[in-house]
């Protein structure tokens, strides 16, 4: 068994960039495309992996000096130090159980597909540290190994629930057609962005708002333009970083240049998956008359996006500052802040690439975030701890992305205090839910995208 868990985490540490191509080349086959056209889907793929990771490299490296230097600048002293997911996903997978998330993720989700109560192929097994990560946290809370299992399974069918239901807003607005976003970490936004996007429908005033890309670019003029906004943007954020002038200037054109390129990069992403997914429709319409399929792929995919890029790039000064007068909060933004396009990217999907609405939801979830990335942070410390990881410094650490999602305090919270009663409920819920969505319910994904 560790001969195999070795090699898988081999084959995962190969990178999304190598382990994809791989993965889509040999399901291309499967679906009985031709080898040198999936040789070159899945070399696309890659390629477009590469270069959206260059980017995104690109903002991080920027983002984070200029984040860390506006929490020096606003005085922030915060007892939990937010470690970034990176970090998180050493912590996840660095324990025994957390090795064991991958093989649990893929029969998991081979065994949904069979059964019919998942569309969701997830090919993006880097991401099963989201359940690696819960699963760890019950482990260290309960000391009950089976029951971690248990809770990575259970987690797992969340995210392909949502991953499900978000689907048809996603292809719809991203333009990603049969594509779903099965990430722990965006997922939950989905069931965060409906309630909120009904409210702000039926508010006088607020529902008569309608800010997105082209109608400011249409307003604006140039100032519209996805480059010029980038500009503006990021020398706002180097100004209250207090930057000198060359730096704010340098900063800014960094900060253009992202929000140009990220969506070419997805572009050539898209290109790679098109034959695929067309492969995968025609197969299931072959085999599985009445089915439909999804490849579950990251949320990076909608990284690139105007409304989402924009909108996180605002959000990350307006989360600082949240951090600072939020009563009872804890926790010191940090590590994650580049990680918000992620967590909002489903969310702007639901409000139909509104920035206004975008921005609304961002802010919403950064306040619930805080408090449950606080709440947790113990059980992520001693998870730390258990993974021999070094706590950076810091006596107490957290994890905004993964460790404020609602899933993440609904788990952890009724394992901690129902352990195999509080899992299996929620199991025995999402189980009931994924029998009606798939087997009773009735309208197509059109339907709900046009809602």
Same mark, same amino acid.
């Given at each position: 068994?560790?001969?195999?868990?070795?090699?898988?985490?081999?084959?995962?540490?190969?990178?999304?960039?190598?382990?994809?191509?791989?993965?889509?080349?040999?399901?291309?086959?499967?679906?009985?495309?031709? +080898?040198?056209?999936?040789?070159?889907?899945?070399?696309?793929?890659?390629?477009?992996?590469?270069?959206?990771?260059?980017?995104?490299?690109?903002?991080?490296?920027?983002?984070? +000096?200029?984040?860390?230097?506006?929490?020096?600048?606003?005085?922030?002293?915060?007892?939990?130090?937010?470690?970034?997911?990176?970090?998180?996903?050493?912590?996840?997978?660095?324990?025994?159980?957390?090795?064991?998330?991958?093989?649990?993720?893929?029969?998991?989700?081979?065994?949904?597909?069979?059964?019919?109560?998942?569309?969701?192929?997830?090919?993006?097994?880097?991401?099963?540290?989201?359940?690696?990560?819960?699963?760890?946290?019950?482990?260290?809370?309960?000391?009950?190994?089976?029951?971690?299992?248990?809770?990575?399974?259970?987690?797992?069918?969340?995210?392909?629930?949502?991953?499900?239901?978000?689907?048809?807003?996603?292809?719809?607005?991203?333009?990603?057609?049969?594509?779903?976003?099965?990430?722990?970490?965006?997922? +939950?936004?989905?069931?965060?962005?409906? +309630?909120?996007?009904?409210?702000?429908?039926?508010?006088?005033?607020?529902?008569?708002?309608?800010?997105?890309?082209?109608?400011?670019?249409?307003?604006?003029?140039?100032?519209?333009?996805?480059?010029?906004?980038?500009?503006?943007?990021?020398?706002?954020?180097?100004?209250?970083?207090?930057?000198?002038?060359?730096?704010?200037?340098?900063?800014?054109?960094?900060?253009?240049?992202?929000?140009?390129?990220?969506?070419?990069?997805?572009?050539?992403?898209?290109?790679?998956?098109?034959?695929?997914?067309?492969?995968?429709?025609?197969?299931?319409?072959?085999?599985?008359?009445?089915?439909?399929?999804?490849?579950?792929?990251?949320?990076?995919?909608?990284?690139?996006?105007?409304?989402?890029?924009?909108?996180?790039?605002?959000?990350?000064?307006?989360?600082?500052?949240?951090?600072?007068?939020?009563?009872?909060?804890?926790?010191?933004?940090?590590?994650?802040?580049?990680?918000?396009?992620?967590?909002?990217?489903?969310?702007?999907?639901?409000?139909?690439?509104?920035?206004?609405?975008?921005?609304?939801?961002?802010?919403?979830?950064?306040?619930?975030?805080?408090?449950?990335?606080?709440?947790?942070?113990?059980?992520?410390?001693?998870?730390?701890?258990?993974?021999?990881?070094?706590?950076?410094?810091?006596?107490?650490?957290?994890?905004?992305?993964?460790?404020?999602?609602?899933?993440?305090?609904?788990?952890?919270?009724?394992?901690?205090?129902?352990?195999?009663?509080?899992?299996?409920?929620?199991?025995?819920?999402?189980?009931?839910?994924?029998?009606?969505?798939?087997?009773?319910?009735?309208?197509?994904?059109?339907?709900?995208?046009?809602?």
């Amino acid at each position: 068994m560790s001969a195999v868990s070795a090699g898988l985490q081999w084959f995962v540490n190969l990178g999304a960039s190598v382990m994809l191509p791989i993965l889509l080349f040999i399901f291309a086959l499967i679906l009985r495309i031709t +080898p040198g056209k999936a040789f070159k889907a899945g070399l696309t793929v890659g390629i477009g992996f590469v270069g959206l990771n260059l980017v995104i490299t690109l903002l991080t490296k920027n983002l984070g +000096p200029a984040s860390h230097a506006m929490v020096r600048n606003f005085g922030l002293n915060l007892s939990t130090l937010d470690i970034g997911w990176p970090a998180g996903s050493a912590v996840a997978y660095g324990t025994v159980l957390g090795s064991l998330a991958i093989p649990v993720g893929v029969i998991t989700n081979v065994i949904l597909l069979i059964i019919g109560l998942t569309k969701t192929l997830d090919v993006d097994v880097w991401n099963y540290w989201h359940i690696a990560f819960t699963g760890s946290i019950v482990y260290a809370v309960t000391h009950n190994f089976a029951l971690g299992i248990f809770t990575m399974v259970v987690h797992i069918m969340i995210i392909y629930l949502l991953a499900d239901m978000s689907a048809p807003y996603i292809q719809k607005q991203y333009g990603l057609p049969g594509i779903s976003f099965p990430q722990g970490a965006s997922a +939950p936004g989905f069931l965060l962005a409906l +309630p909120l996007n009904w409210l702000m429908d039926r508010i006088p005033g607020i529902n008569k708002i309608k800010i997105t890309p082209k109608t400011v670019q249409k307003r604006m003029g140039v100032f519209g333009d996805a480059s010029v906004m980038g500009l503006i943007i990021g020398i706002i954020i180097g100004l209250l970083a207090k930057y000198s002038f060359a730096k704010t200037l340098q900063l800014g054109v960094t900060t253009a240049a992202v929000l140009v390129l990220m969506p070419r990069m997805v572009s050539l992403l898209m290109e790679g998956l098109t034959p695929i997914s067309e492969g995968a429709n025609d197969f299931i319409k072959k085999h599985f008359p009445g089915r439909n399929l999804y490849i579950g792929m990251d949320s990076a995919l909608a990284a690139g996006n105007e409304t989402v890029l924009s909108s996180a790039l605002i959000l990350v000064p307006i989360t600082l500052l949240i951090a600072v007068i939020l009563p009872g909060n804890s926790t010191l933004p940090f590590g994650d802040l580049a990680t918000i396009p992620y967590m909002i990217a489903i969310m702007a999907a639901v409000f139909r690439g509104d920035i206004f609405r975008t921005l609304i939801g961002g802010i919403v979830d950064i306040i619930i975030t805080l408090y449950i990335a606080s709440w947790v942070a113990p059980f992520v410390t001693a998870s730390a701890k258990a993974a021999h990881f070094g706590l950076q410094g810091a006596s107490s650490i957290t994890v905004l992305s993964d460790g404020g999602v609602w899933t993440t305090w609904l788990i952890i919270g009724l394992g901690k205090i129902m352990t195999w009663g509080g899992i299996g409920l929620i199991g025995v819920v999402t189980l009931a839910i994924m029998i009606w969505y798939n087997k009773f319910h009735k309208a197509n994904d059109k339907a709900v995208a046009d809602k």
